[in-house]
């Protein structure tokens, strides 16, 4: 399998085969990090509204400022930043309301804000505190799920997208999460809550995609303690073409299913891999898959 740490041809947001044009995009955690690039790649695509979300309603308008900025005159869309605390159901809820009452209708979800969980053991971090994190990682996540599915009106398409910016956390418990476990577990849950509602609905009214964006030296990795020395990190560019890509018709085939960025999308779609991922159900999900 070819590893890509950079954007190549295949998930080049200019092609046509991937244009997002007349459609609306929500971006959830878009005002930075991999949000912000990943609401770039949906600019690049042509998006007509591109929608980031942040907790702060200066830090949000800011960066929607300078999203359009980039941009520049040749992009006819709009980008909008609007305040939302994912965490809270009743922000989730207003969010949506004023959606719809702007007469907005979501035709792309990309779920990407997340709680990290301290590097301590489960029962060091205790009950009370995996609760918090599971419950903005799984319920949080589900709420605003729910809500794009349940949309009034007609969206640009007939098919929503959900694009869930995962990790490897949900699968490495060994390597990568093992220093802090209660990120793995929720991480973990919330990729199986989107698997199973992936399960009642084909891809044709709600495509579901979940992936690992690599290791992107962000302000907030920066915050928990890495360095631009201590890995050779992935460009931005990598998750946020790869989240149009897993928006577009192409991707339909991984429907429920779980990948990373890296991964070659050619070797995806073709040969022993392609033949695996149509006849194993099991195959690139989360379960025991035993005897």
């Not at 980039?70 to 965490?87: F, K, M, N, R």
Request: net charge negative; with cysteine.
């Amino acid at each position: 399998m070819w590893v890509h740490k950079n954007s190549y041809a295949a998930i080049d947001p200019s092609r046509p085969e991937l244009s997002q044009a007349g459609r609306t995009v929500v971006v959830a955690g878009g005002n930075s990090g991999i949000g912000y690039g990943v609401a770039q790649a949906f600019i690049h695509a042509s998006a007509a509204r591109v929608i980031i979300l942040g907790r702060r309603k200066d830090s949000v308008a800011a960066a929607a400022q300078k999203l359009a900025a980039e941009a520049g005159a040749s992009y006819t869309g709009v980008v909008l930043g609007i305040p939302c605390d994912i965490g809270d159901a009743a922000s989730v809820d207003a969010l949506w309301a004023k959606l719809r009452d702007d007469g907005i209708v979501a035709d792309v979800l990309v779920l990407n804000a997340a709680v990290f969980a301290p590097k301590k053991t489960l029962l060091e971090v205790g009950t009370e505190d995996i609760w918090k994190i599971f419950d903005f990682n799984v319920r949080a996540q589900m709420q605003m799920t729910e809500r794009f599915y349940k949309q009034e009106g007609k969206g640009a398409s007939d098919t929503k997208n959900l694009v869930h910016v995962s990790t490897a956390s949900i699968h490495d418990f060994i390597r990568i999460t093992r220093d802090a476990l209660g990120y793995g577990l929720t991480k973990n849950s919330g990729q199986l809550m989107l698997q199973l509602i992936a399960m009642d609905n084909p891809p044709e009214k709600m495509q579901i995609i979940s992936y690992h964006p690599g290791a992107i030296f962000t302000e907030a990795a920066k915050t928990s303690g890495w360095k631009e020395q201590d890995l050779p990190w992935d460009h931005v560019d990598l998750p946020g073409h790869f989240a149009v890509w897993a928006a577009s018709p192409e991707a339909s085939f991984l429907h429920g299913r779980f990948v990373w960025a890296g991964w070659d999308v050619d070797q995806l779609k073709t040969g022993e891999l392609r033949k695996k991922i149509d006849e194993d159900p099991a195959f690139l999900k989360i379960g025991v898959v035993g005897l």
